[in-house]
């Protein structure tokens, strides 16, 4: 973490380079958590380059001592995907497209049963609480850790704790209800 | 005190995450084994899913790009003095990876230099110059990549007006005008270009106001607009060349030799078909 400090001091003093580790650390989950969100390839492009244009007008304000880095982003990361939903007035979607999925697998059929399984994780995830939704993504769409999910939700780290622990135990009774269908 | 099974269920996922396996977490905590399984299974089963859920490299890319020109707008510590900025060199640097993947795509990138349009190699061709374009290091090299690009787009109209494609001629030449339009090389000169581009505006539009013709264009039609939108073409960068920068001068008049050799040729052709 103090590394992480020091490159993000650098990057708010205007360090390019700083920025682009970040960019490059952070891009993917974003994405990937945006992805959750959303199910929309096109929607996850866009909202996760303006995460990143937000991030950068706002990079100047950023304090270490208030909150991990990765807990802001992902804050602005929360608001955008919330202004989207809000904007056009859309709710979550289920459906997911099949473009995203990562395209060197070694067989078509792996990439069919992938397929397959990340349209009905995402199926699933849509039918959880608000809550235990924002958790389960930022934790494992993210990758953050819990308390890194405490401080971007604002919630403390029992509670964040609870929410994932009902979170996979409801996603455990989906995902057997799909397979005895 | 005994553990709640929350906290033993984050505690053996932040070691997932760190690459434990699921025994390993089972064996550290023997009487909660049981549940600890289930949950940690259908945890396996999420962080696989979503492991496959990657961006495209080609936007991750284009993003990094357009955050690198907002970048450069809030932080403009350096000047353009001629040499390259460091913000775009650490831009470069980074980008450096992804285009580790880009060149796997190389034999694609080699065999689409002659591809023309319509074939299929094309679209490859294009994305390729749009590479390019994005790792140009300055406003110069961006120039210059359009010049060159402008005189591709000028020797594709050679070929296609031999293969007889009307559509394709006046739409190359629409291009050819585009890419001369973002010529816009310093801050000093951008205002030379964009008069010139302004000057382009007519050849640009060549392709929608053939649009509504008929497949067998009138070739007289045909070679009057290749001639007028060579002589806007030509007239356009004879202006830039006389106000440029000197960096940029000897690109500027071989691409005038170029495009003029490229239109006289094309219109040659054109000609000729109507003669016969």
Not at chain 1, 98 to 106: G, L, M, R, T, Y
């Given at each position: 973490m103090p590394i992480e400090k020091d490159i993000v001091s650098r990057a708010i003093k205007g360090d390019a380079e700083a920025f682009a580790e970040l960019y490059e650390k952070y891009f993917g989950k974003i994405y990937r958590y945006v992805y959750l969100r959303t199910g929309n390839h096109a929607e996850a492009e866009d909202l996760a380059q303006e995460v990143f244009v937000k991030a950068l007008e706002a990079i100047g304000s950023y304090r270490w001592r208030d909150i991990p880095f990765a807990s802001w982003l992902f804050r602005i990361a929360h608001n955008q995907v919330v202004d989207h939903f809000r904007k056009h007035g859309k709710?979550?979607?289920v459906e997911l497209e099949?473009?995203?999925?990562?395209?060197?697998?070694?067989s078509p059929a792996l990439i069919a049963e992938q397929r397959f399984e990340l349209r009905e994780l995402r199926d699933n995830i849509g039918k959880l609480s608000p809550a235990q939704r924002e958790v389960i993504t930022l934790r494992f769409g993210a990758e953050l850790s819990t308390a890194e999910v405490s401080e971007a939700l604002g919630k403390n780290t029992g509670t964040v704790k609870a929410l994932q622990y009902n979170g996979i135990v409801a996603l455990r009774k989906l995902m057997l209800g799909d397979r005895e269908r | 005190m005994n553990r709640k099974i929350e906290d033993i269920l984050d505690e053996c996922l932040d070691r997932a995450f760190a690459g434990d396996t699921v025994e390993d977490c089972l064996a550290a905590h023997p009487s909660e084994a049981s549940e600890l399984k289930q949950l940690l299974g259908t945890s396996s089963v999420v962080m696989q899913s979503c492991a496959s859920i990657i961006p495209d490299p080609a936007f991750k890319v284009r993003a990094w790009h357009y955050l690198g020109a907002i970048f450069h707008d809030r932080f403009q510590r350096i000047k353009s003095t001629g040499a390259v900025p460091i913000w775009r060199r650490a831009w470069t640097m980074a980008m450096a990876g992804v285009l580790v993947v880009l060149l796997s795509c190389v034999a694609v990138l080699a065999a689409s230099t002659s591809a023309l349009p319509d074939e299929h190699l094309y679209p490859a061709k294009l994305a390729a110059e749009q590479v390019r374009m994005t790792l140009a290091f300055t406003d110069l090299d961006e120039a210059k990549l359009h010049l060159e690009f402008a005189e591709r787009r000028a020797y594709e109209m050679v070929e296609v007006a031999q293969q007889g494609k009307a559509d394709s001629l006046l739409a190359l030449a629409g291009q050819v005008a585009e890419h001369l339009g973002e010529v816009c090389v310093t801050d000093e000169t951008k205002g030379v270009m964009e008069e010139a581009a302004a000057a382009l505006a007519p050849a640009a539009s060549l392709s929608a106001e053939t649009e509504?013709?008929?497949?067998?264009?009138?070739v007289e039609d045909l070679g009057a607009l290749l001639s007028q939108s060579r002589e806007e073409n030509l007239q356009a960068l004879e202006d830039a060349l006389a106000r440029a920068p000197e960096a940029l001068k000897p690109i500027l008049r071989r691409t005038i030799d170029s495009v003029a050799k490229d239109y006289d040729r094309t219109i040659s052709i054109v000609e000729s078909g109507s003669s016969q």
């Open positions: 709710v979550e979607r099949d473009s995203v999925i990562a395209a060197d697998e070694p | 509504d013709r008929d497949d067998g264009a009138d």
